[in-house]
């Protein structure tokens, strides 16, 4: 199983300030198949991005994602109210899915 | 537009068995992968069990393995999770999720909340 480790487990920013969102696979991530999904509270979650840097139709592009093999970042550039959620890394190896544990980014 | 609407869950004994319903609308259903995926109270995101487009191969997380069975019904849009063997550490709100093309998980439903308690 491909461990996925999201760091920090929380992030205290205030709106205007940029974040930046580590996901670290314990094995190398197939073809990049590495998203991005933002949670909030009584809500399923909403896809971000696709392909370790595709931006999913409809978002914003304050919102980037990279990285390849094992270390990803998602980096939203100026946070906006709406931003302040749980984001959560998923990665897809051969009929194996596994998320990572989220990052709590929180109004400081 | 595409609509995912998840549909059986309760207040269950350990023990007990309960079958999900996720009824799917706006997109050609046959085509696509399925997941369930669940969310314990307060907790993060756990991908649960996978179906392919005929429903010939599923996948399953080691801790629902031998107990819980996806399935689907092309024909009527629904997919299902049948679990058996509940157990209070299965509580949570499950989410039925559409795999779209190159694996892009764009569709979920708005999730059912099982609860296994005596």
């Known amino acids: 199983e491909n461990v996925l480790t999201q760091s920090p487990g929380t992030l205290s920013l205030s709106p205007g300030e940029r974040a930046t969102l580590s996901c670290r696979a314990s094995?190398?991530?197939?073809?990049?198949?590495l998203a991005w999904f933002q949670q909030k509270p009584g809500q399923a979650p909403r896809l971000l991005i696709h392909g370790a840097s595709s931006r999913a139709t409809g978002i914003p592009d304050r919102f980037t994602g990279s990285g390849s093999g094992t270390d990803f970042t998602l980096t939203i550039s100026r946070l906006e109210p709406e931003d302040f959620a749980v984001y959560y890394c998923?990665?897809?190896?051969?009929?194996?899915?596994?998320f990572g544990q989220g990052t709590n980014v929180e109004i400081k | 537009e595409v609509q995912l609407v998840e549909s059986g869950g309760a207040l269950v004994q350990p023990g007990g068995s309960l079958r999900l319903s996720c009824e799917a609308s706006g997109f050609s259903f046959g085509r696509d992968w399925m997941h369930w995926v669940r969310q314990a109270p307060g907790k993060g995101l756990v991908w649960v069990s996978h179906i392919d487009r005929d429903g010939s191969v599923t996948t399953y997380a080691d801790s629902v393995k031998g107990r819980f069975t996806i399935s689907r019904d092309n024909a009527k849009n629904t997919l299902f999770l049948q679990m058996s063997s509940l157990r209070v550490e299965d509580t949570a709100v499950y989410f039925c999720?559409?795999?779209?093309?190159?694996?892009?998980?764009?569709?979920w439903g708005q999730g059912i909340l099982v609860t296994v308690s005596s």
């Open positions: 999720v559409r795999d779209g093309p190159n694996y892009v998980w764009y569709d």
């Open positions: 998923q990665q897809y190896g051969g009929s194996l899915w596994t």
């Open positions: 094995q190398s991530v197939k073809n990049n198949y």
